[in-house]
T-cell receptor, first 112, second 113 residues
Framework: QQQVKQSPQSLIVQKGGISIINCAYE??????FPWYQQFPGKGPALLIA?????SEKKEGRFTISFNKSAKQFSLHIMDSQPGDSATYFC???????????FGDGTTLTVKP | EPEVTQTPSHQVTQMGQEVILRCVPISNHLYFYWYRQILGQKVEFLVS????????KSEIFDDQFSVERPDGSNFTLKIRSTKLEDSAMYFC???????????FGPGTRLTVL
């Protein structure tokens, strides 16, 4: 019930391409869905987040698509750049509990 | 811009020794968390803390672990008798209101020999 499943485990994209990472959750009580970007040796940094009252949120090159009925959400990185190479984690939480349940992570490599 | 800070950045200890990891959350935040990340694995929740008490803990957070907010600024994680499998990155996080963004610190790398 508390799991968040993330795929793919790793992703290689050419510069300028679109990177797509998918997550699925089980617990319908989750109501906050952030994506974190993590560089080696650093802590996770919030990239973008969505709540289930909207189906899409866009910030610059980053877009979250959210499908409440399927309990799935995805991160799209448009015009991927070598500087986007990092590990990306999806997560889910309940507003009144606050702790985040993380996916397994996706290592993104953007080739120049 | 306010940020969560953690000290030390790297702690090396012998198995069986006690360690204290320190965190200074963002000053007006009310909810505090510890997570850990074993090398190459996902981030795992350990414990949440609100209003000077533990609000939730995971099965990882056994009797060897404790947390404390000894003053108005620090938030500590103590491991009483470290095991080899405690070797990981430990992240502190804090947030302001009842829902929304958690701000993570840079982490403490704990190595147990």
């Amino acid at each position: 019930q508390q799991q968040v499943k993330q795929s793919p485990q790793s992703l290689i994209v050419q510069k300028g391409g679109i990177s797509i990472i998918n997550c699925a959750y089980e617990n319908t009580a989750f109501d906050y869905f952030p994506w974190y970007q993590q560089f080696p040796g650093k802590g996770p940094a919030l990239l973008i987040a969505i709540r289930p009252d909207v189906s899409e949120k866009k910030e610059g090159r980053f877009t979250i698509s959210f499908n409440k009925s399927a309990k799935q959400f995805s991160l799209h990185i448009m015009d991927s750049q070598p500087g986007d190479s990092a590990t990306y984690f999806c997560a889910a939480s309940r507003a009144n509990a606050g702790k985040s349940t993380f996916g397994d992570g996706t290592t993104l490599t953007v080739k120049p | 811009e306010p940020e969560v800070t953690q000290t030390p950045s790297h702690q090396v200890t012998q198995m069986g020794q006690e360690v204290i990891l320190r965190c200074v959350p963002i000053s007006n935040h009310l909810y505090f968390y510890w997570y850990r990340q074993i090398l190459g694995q996902k981030v795992e929740f350990l414990v949440s803390f609100y209003n000077n008490e533990i609000s939730e803990k995971s099965e990882i957070f056994d009797d060897q672990f404790s947390v404390e907010r000894p003053d108005g600024s620090n938030f500590t994680l103590k491991i009483r008798s470290t095991k080899l499998e405690d070797s990981a990155m430990y992240f502190c996080a804090s947030r302001n209101t009842g829902g929304g963004e958690q701000f993570f610190g840079p982490g403490t790398r704990l190595t147990v020999l």
